[in-house]
């Protein structure tokens, strides 16, 4: 389970997260949309442990995330992947290679025959050709690289799947197969998915649960349904952005 | 009493400069600690290092042998334009040799190779850095310092001294074979006067100095790299500023080496 509660965040005089309150059950995919510049992956981040909150505290399976020491902040990272918004590839490795960093049991990283197994295992899961391993991020497309960097993600067997906008700057065509391979995987591995993104059309195929940040807080969670029929302004008003007058969707 | 809001007061940004250079302090000695922390992980850091040392071996020697080429080949020049008939000629031997080994060839070899290696390393990690892949290696459990930063300092430890050498070795042929242009110094001369004043520490001091700008170099633009902000824009400002921090660190470890070390 992710638990936040009251985080805040500054950078300088920018208030970016003002008292967030969220939380993640296991097994859901809960959706985090908002406006552009918000905070999203801000608030992703913290999960993780890449960046520390100023104020409340974020659990992950009720370890206190901030105040982990260095082999048990591994150990937790061991059981999230995190699928970076432009795929984060090591441009120096081939698919292979960066796929494999993926694999964080040092036993398994050092089995070769295993290591092989399960990239390919991964590749196919995420609807890749073997023959990609050997190209390189240069050569791949936007929409494969972020398949690569999804399938880098789960190489390790994570508990957690954080997603950063993983459809932003692809066609439609190409958003809608990651948003399908965020569902399937949710359901092949079992996974709780966090995905962080501002295409409500996509969150709402994808997930059980949405919540909306802006304003430093987040000021609506609930089931698709319950979106659609929220009464709060700011609800509204980033529905109406995608979806036009929402009478007309009532 | 306080001072008008429009009084000139120079405390502020003294202050913000310092504040400033602190904390840049700060963070590259957490960055040593890391590196420092990094190194029982050696099945990591060891094949980058091997792999690294020879592309910044192999890769910048050509220009070492060239700069020191000219270098051993300008002091001769010089050292004809300013011998008188009152010198004897064999100190154009000693001149030549203690220039290159004490000065030119360690300080001119580090100068180059922060330009080259500093560069390179600075872009290459501020790159990293802007499209998070340095990110990444933290969620995959990884520890940057293995797997970017001791590879790129260990690589310069062991290659910056010894291309100290090979230039210092090169400006020495080079202003033997110019100082005969221009003077009547025959190779007797030469070797005679590369004798008389030479101590075997020289040598030392060369490597150690050598060593010195290596640390300096290599650990300054992995700083410079691993702090970039700001995207492209950034990774220009964190190449500009680790090439020139370390050229400045260079010639102020060159004196105070030579105030610590030359007595």
């Known amino acids: 389970m992710i638990e936040l509660h009251g985080v805040r965040k500054r950078f300088g005089q920018q208030v970016v997260l003002d008292g967030v309150d969220f939380t993640v059950q296991d097994g859901e995919t809960v959706a985090l949309l908002g406006p552009s510049g918000c905070g999203k992956s801000v ?36 059981t999230i992947g995190y699928v970076f918004q432009n795929g984060a590839l090591f441009d120096s490795m081939n698919v292979f290679e960066n796929v494999r960093l993926g694999i964080t049991n040092e036993d398994q990283f050092r089995d070769m025959t295993y290591c092989r197994e399960r990239v390919a295992r991964c590749l196919k899961l995420v609807n890749l050709t073997q023959d990609t391993a050997q190209k390189y991020p240069a050569q791949l497309s936007g929409g494969m690289r972020k398949r690569v960097g999804i399938s880098r993600a789960i190489a390790g067997t994570p508990k957690y799947l954080l997603y950063d906008e993983p459809t932003s700057g692809l066609d439609p065509v190409n958003a809608d197969i990651i948003d399908e391979l965020v569902k399937s995987l949710a359901a092949e591995l079992g996974v709780t998915s966090v995905m962080v993104t501002h295409d409500v059309r996509g969150a709402m195929r994808v997930a059980d649960r949405l919540a ?39 | 009493m306080t001072a008008p809001a429009t009084s000139l007061d120079i405390r502020r940004p003294i202050g913000r400069v310092v504040m400033k ?5 700060g963070r590259v000695s957490l960055l040593v600690f890391e590196i420092f922390r990094g190194l029982a992980e050696w099945r990591v850091w060891l094949p980058r290092t091997i792999e690294e040392a020879a592309n910044l071996g192999l890769g910048s020697l050509p220009i070492i042998l060239l700069v020191a080429g000219f270098a051993g080949a300008v002091t001769a020049l010089q050292t004809g334009y300013q011998f008188t008939g009152n010198i004897p000629f064999y100190v154009a031997g000693s001149l030549i040799v203690e220039s290159v080994v004490l000065e030119l060839g360690p300080v001119l070899t580090g100068l180059i190779l922060a330009g080259r290696i500093g560069a390179r390393y600075a872009a290459e990690l501020g790159t990293m850095r802007v499209t998070e892949q340095i990110d990444a290696l933290e969620t995959l459990g990884r520890s940057p310092a293995s797997h970017l930063v001791i590879p790129r300092v260990l690589a310069g430890i062991v290659m910056i001294p010894i291309l100290t050498i090979i230039a210092d070795i090169t400006g020495i042929i080079s202003g033997w074979v110019a100082v005969q242009q221009v003077l009547p110094v025959t190779n007797h001369d030469f070797m005679y006067g590369a004798r008389i004043f030479w101590h075997p520490f020289d040598a030392w001091y060369s490597v150690i100095k050598g ?8 650990v300054v633009s992995c700083y410079f790299g691993f702090s970039t902000e700001q995207g492209a824009e950034g990774v220009g400002k964190s190449t500009t500023g ?22």
């Open chain 2, 21 to 25: 250079a602190l904390a840049h302090v």
């Open chain 1, 43 to 78: 608030l992703l981040k913290h999960v993780v442990g890449l960046i520390r909150q100023d104020a409340g505290t974020v659990l992950v399976d009720g370890k206190d995330v901030a105040h982990l020491k260095r082999d048990a902040l591994r150990q937790l990272r061991s």
């Open chain 2, 242 to 263: 680790a090439v020139v921090a370390s050229c400045v660190l260079i010639l102020l470890l060159d004196t105070v080496l030579a105030k610590l070390l030359l007595k």
């Open chain 2, 211 to 218: 060593f010195a700008f290596a640390v300096c170099i290599t």
């Open chain 1, 212 to 250: 909306l940040l802006t304003g430093g807080r987040i000021v609506q969670q609930g089931t698709p349904k319950e979106f659609m029929e929220s009464t709060v302004p700011e609800v509204r008003e980033f529905l109406e952005r995608d979806f036009g007058n929402l009478n007309f969707a009532a």
